[in-house]
Every structure is written in C-alpha cells, then in structure tokens.
C-alpha cells in the first residue's frame, strides 16, 4: 500500500534520485531540502514499503499554486501513484492558503496532460522552448 505524506529532510535524497533517473534536468537533493524548509511550500512523497517511489511539490506564490514536480519511479508509474499524490496535493490547499493552481508540462508529455486533464486542469496558454535537453514547450494548465 502506498503512503502519501509531508516530504521530510530525510527524504531529499530518495526524491532527487527519482528525478535524476526520469528528467534531464533533475532538482537536486539541496533544491528539494531548499522547499521542504520553505515556509510557502508544501512538498509530498510516495512511500512503499519504507522505500519512496515518487514527489511532488507546490509553492505558495500569492495564495496560488505552483506545482513544480510530479514524478514517479519508473518501476512503479502507471499504478495510480502520480493521481494519489496530486489529489493528496489538491486537497491540502485550501489548508494551505491556496487557491488556483498553474503547471507547466512538456507539450509532448501526453500521459502527464491526461492526467491533469482528468483532475480539472486545463490548458491555457504555451511557454515556447521552456524545456532544454531537449529543447521543447511547455503547455501552461490552470485549475480554477
């Protein structure tokens, strides 16, 4: 069963290693520890069995939400983990003082778009060449 919770210090290195192994340009286990000690933000694992096997972050940016991560181990994608953790992330807002919530996503990235899609975001707008290696854009998505 999976377990989602507050992202701890102890964590970092779990979910920078995640990111190293799914992005080409991974947040750094110091980038994660940055946000987990940030009071305007609000970061969230996957455990397993003691072993964590995806993040996901959001910062507080004037009572609106910035997702910046959502990964998942590759040995463990497609099992509802992504969803679990962005409806865990969702509902903590409020509490958080957060209201709409925006994400950039590669345009390519379909999976990731369908499952935003299917939890009320919506896409409204295009940063060109926002992503390098490679170099692609990024649809912005709003929840409203």
């Not at 377990?3 to 964590?11: K, N, S």
């Not at 096997?53 to 609106?64: K, L, M, Q, T």
């Not at 040995?75 to 709409?100: A, H």
Request: proline letters at 3%.
């Amino acid at each position: 069963m999976v377990l989602i919770r507050e992202m701890q210090a102890c964590d970092v290195e779990a979910a920078s290693k995640i990111e190293r192994e799914a992005f080409s340009m991974p947040w750094s286990a110091k980038d994660f520890l940055e946000m987990v000690e940030a009071d305007y933000a609000h970061y969230y694992v996957a455990e397993e069995d003691g072993v964590i096997v995806g993040c996901c972050g959001i910062r507080n940016i004037a009572g609106e939400g910035e997702i910046t991560n959502v990964v998942v181990a590759a040995d463990f994608r497609n099992k509802g983990i992504g969803r679990s953790m962005m409806e865990y992330m969702l509902e903590k807002t409020g509490e958080n003082g957060i209201g709409n919530c925006t994400l950039e996503v590669r345009v390519s990235n379909q999976p990731a778009i369908h499952l935003y899609e299917s939890l009320g975001f919506k896409a409204e707008g295009i940063r060109p060449d926002f992503y390098e290696k490679p170099r692609e854009d990024a649809l912005i998505m709003w929840k409203r």
